[in-house]
């Protein structure tokens, strides 16, 4: 069959294309027809029409009798021109064209003009250079784009379905050392293999150096995809043979189910991604969960809104009694910060102080925390007359100690307040010690140097380093309160209690203990030799100005 010419572009709109027009002079197929009992007959054909092969008998030609609904209806309407796509054949070899119907005028019924430009090759190379830019030279599967591509196809018809993401674990390594070469023929031997183990109307695609994309229908309220899931392990498991290496390829596995998120493509792919990241944390396959995300959302929530808190300064302190446990007399108070968030609820610190370590925020919370408890310190004494008595103590944060310049930061609020540093502790938790002992060990020393107490908070549940701890200018173990509240109902508390009160002897250290909220326990560990308590057996902790009203009273019995 002969082909119109299909390089010729009709100026688009073209002319309006009139009946009076020469139709020879019209460089593109081109027919006059007019009706004719139930169908057209031709009226005029044109050059490129005869050559393209396209019929010259009205009856015969296919071309006329496919539009003819189209023509009538046009004939039908009022409208002067109309142009479409359209196109004729079987799927294989069917030919596009852009027709356009003209009449010569308003008033004529039953004749038009028909043009056709031909899209064929154009919408051809148009669809080979879609399936190029949509597949993996490499393995041959489709890659990123072309696995959006089949999934927007099954989401159209809306079939239940599911993607699992394949990722392949230490392939940058394996391609460093073993080449490109033998690293492309790996990537096709475990296409091949995981394509084995795929289900006839799965697909498979690689959407990333290492990573495949499996679309997968959904039959069954059944795990089907983790079943998938679970062949695709056992089809990678056996090692593969390359060159003289025999090598093992692990994979992480990550499922979205596409109900989820039935319209967004990218999203889906998002998830299966995201459930990857934590396959491969652990558990080598894992379902997208949305309450991940969930979590994720709060979080940020949570950070923004502490963020404002902070700026606002909606943070405030309360100070918790600590009491000297032989005399029962209170020595000093630990500052612990509270947020009422704009809605009026009390956020928890367990909550927001991970948030705030995680994110940074901990330094500026931090520096206002020190900042206060200086300025509460300096107004308590001011309120009392002189020096209250009364020492503070203030947690910091590893982060802190890891990041600011700690010790500056103390002095600072030590000189605008005008207090000497011996009316300060310091509490740090273990875990600065791990992350950064030398660090944290200057950070110390500095600390001491201004007069400070320093405490290790929480002590017990961390990976404490003996050697470290006597290397360090610590006076006082806080035991956690894990091991102090109910410590009487349980010996192995008991004997760590115990554990630590003689190593904090052995030491030359005094011990804290935290959760005391009976007296008997208060007595006990008196009898034991620990040196201070704190607990709700003295105070839970109080607003500043019941700090002041307590040292108040407590002056006022002479104690
Ligand atoms: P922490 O340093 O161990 O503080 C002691 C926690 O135990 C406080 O919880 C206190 O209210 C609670 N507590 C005291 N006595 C008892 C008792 O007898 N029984 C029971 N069940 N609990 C008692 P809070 O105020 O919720 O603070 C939790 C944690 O948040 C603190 O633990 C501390 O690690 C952190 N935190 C609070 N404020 C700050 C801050 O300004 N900076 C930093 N870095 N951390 C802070
Ligand atoms: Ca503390
Ligand atoms: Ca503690």
Known sequence: MATASTDVVMPEPAEPVTLAQDLELIPIPAVQVVRRGDGFDFLAINRAYRLAGLGVVADRSAMLRALAPRI???LRSTELRSDFEWSIGEVIDSRYYRVTLARPGQSVRDRCQIGFVDLTAQIHTERSLRREMTTDSLTGLPNREGFSDMIEAVQAKRQRHAVLVVDLERFGRLNACLGGLAGDELLITVARRIKGALRARDALARIGGDEFGVLMGIDTDGDEARHLADRIHRALSTPFRLSDYEIGVECSIGIAQ????????????RNAQFAVKRAKAGSKVESYQTQAFTIAREQFAMETALRRAIEDSRLRLTFQPICDLSSGRIV???ALTRWRDHEGVEQEPSNFIPVA????????????????????LAWLDT???GDCGMRVAVNLSAIQIQRDDIAGVVEGSLIRHGLPGERLTLELTESAIVSD???TARAMHALRALGTTLAMDDFGTGYSNLAYLQKLPIDVLKMDRSFVTGMLADRDKMAIVRAILSLAQALGMKTTAEGVETNELAQTLAALGCTYGQGYHYARPLEAAQTLALIRQLRARGR
């Open 437 to 439: 002992p030398d660090r």
């Open 332 to 334: 000093s108070f630990e």
């Open 72 to 74: 009538d209806a046009f």
């Open 357 to 376: 370590e995680e994110t940074g925020l901990i330094l500026p919370l931090g520096r206002w925390a020190m900042e206060e408890a200086a300025r509460t």
């Open 258 to 269: 596409g109900d989820d998120a039935l319209d967004d493509v990218e999203e889906l792919i």
């Open 383 to 385: 309120e009392c007359g």
